[in-house]
């Protein structure tokens, strides 16, 4: 490539960049929130960068190649930290501040002489570089101080809720038998553990969003005995709703809170969206290898449409807006599911009813070990960057 054209482009940086701020003032909210030079920030190193990427001067060795997609690659991060610590930008404004700096800087350029193809290329090459490097890094910032968030939420809130539920245990426990506060305090207490699993659910939710798996502590445990200590205990809140289908003790290497996490979150969703009138049906069937759980509805059935959606954070159904939760439960199941390298499926039919179907192996200290944070209990001593489109 000719040293003209870098020369060229190193000559009308000034003027690329001032247009370029112009389009961006008018173009994009955001911007009118920064100061001149916040919202330049990187760009003159960038545009320099793209000088010697156009320039046949230079030493271009695989080793100086490499060097300049790294301080590239530090410049896009750079400018995507800057625009996610502003209030004011979104991901869509982020990308079209690159979209508008290749049009002014490829109009410039052919305003002296026309950009042979393959130096447009490198043109727009730079950019889609610079452009995913910014976007990644928006969005690892806001995916951080959600997280953040999320633990600090949760953690102040568990303080007051733990201290709230001793203290109405310890007032129950004084209480003489008959006294007419007692069924109160229990809807005290009942109350404090749901907020509580709320808390959880939501310090899963951050930690699927965050990529990681379900912490899980694996050991020895009977699933079917899990089964009825969860439908005995929903029963105090909704007598003579459940039957439970089972041949008797199962046991197997599972996570034991996980797995009673998964039962009542999908009873409770049962219950929640089931034909009040007929029984939650609660079944398990087993093999030397797997065991398969499954939870039966009658009710309005899941829209096809809808069942792609269900396990996502914060998605909730057209049917459950009347519904209380955060439509968290579900991913919570899934999450758990996905650490002991099971399968989950859903059936639902207006004639049928609706059926979650979970698969589970075993033994799950053989697959477990893949996924982080987990614990074996002894003493068993075995063991997506978002996509950007591309600028044309």
Same mark, same amino acid.
């Given at each position: ?14 003027k ?68 996610a ?27 002296e ?43 102040? =809130?568990?303080?007051?809720?733990? @201290?709230t539920?001793? $203290?109405?245990?310890? %007032?129950?426990?004084?209480? /003489? &038998?008959? !006294? ?22 939501l ?32 029963s ?12 008797g ?34 079944? =398990?069937?087993?093999?030397?290898? @797997?065991?398969?759980? $499954?939870?039966?509805? %009658?009710?309005?059935?899941? /829209? &096809?449409? !809808? ?33 002991h ?52």
């Amino acid at each position: 490539m000719p040293n003209k054209t870098a020369e060229r482009l190193k000559k009308n940086i000034d003027k690329i960049l001032t247009i370029w701020e112009e389009r961006v003032n008018q173009e994009v909210s955001a911007a009118q929130h920064q100061e001149r030079k916040a919202l330049r920030d990187s760009l003159p190193e960038y545009l320099n960068q793209m000088v010697d990427a156009l320039s046949n001067t230079i030493d271009r060795t695989s080793a100086r190649k490499r060097s300049d997609k790294v301080d590239s690659t530090r410049i896009g991060k750079r400018h995507g930290e800057d625009r996610a610590g502003s209030k004011n930008y979104t991901m869509d404004q982020l990308i079209t501040e690159y979209h508008i700096l290749r049009q002014v800087l490829c109009d410039v350029m052919e305003d002296e002489a026309p950009l042979s193809v393959l130096e447009r290329e490198v043109i727009v090459c730079s950019i889609e570089q610079a452009v995913n490097d910014a976007a990644t890094e928006y969005s690892n910032v806001l995916k951080d101080v959600k997280e953040r968030m999320s633990n600090t939420l949760a953690h102040d =809130l568990r303080n007051p809720l733990t @201290s709230t539920k001793i $203290s109405a245990e310890l %007032v129950l426990r004084k209480l /003489p &038998p008959g !006294d007419a506060l007692i069924p109160k305090m229990d809807m005290i207490i009942n109350n404090m553990n749901r907020l509580d699993q709320m808390v959880t659910g939501l310090l899963d939710a951050s930690r699927l969003e965050a990529g990681q798996s379900m912490p899980t502590e694996i050991k020895l445990c009977d699933l079917d005995e899990i089964i009825r200590q969860v439908t005995d205990e929903l029963s105090l809140s909704y007598p003579d709703c459940f039957k439970v289908q089972s041949k008797g003790k199962c046991e197997g290497y599972w996570d034991e809170n996980g797995l009673r996490r998964i039962i009542e979150n999908l009873i409770s969703n049962a219950i929640k969206y089931g034909d009040e009138n007929t029984s939650t049906t609660i079944s =398990l069937t087993h093999d030397k290898n @797997s065991v398969e759980l $499954s939870v039966h509805n %009658v009710g309005k059935p899941i /829209p &096809p449409e !809808d069942v792609p959606i269900l396990f996502e954070q914060y998605r909730r159904l057209k049917s459950s807006k009347n519904k209380a939760g955060w439509g968290l439960g579900l991913t919570m199941v899934k999450g758990m599911v996905d650490a002991h390298k099971g399968s989950i499926v859903v059936e639902s039919d207006k004639d049928k009813g609706t059926t979650f179907k979970i698969k589970l192996p075993r033994d799950a200290r053989t697959v477990v070990e893949e996924n982080v944070p987990h614990q074996i209990a002894k003493p068993n001593h075995v063991e997506q960057v978002p996509q950007v489109p591309k600028i044309h």
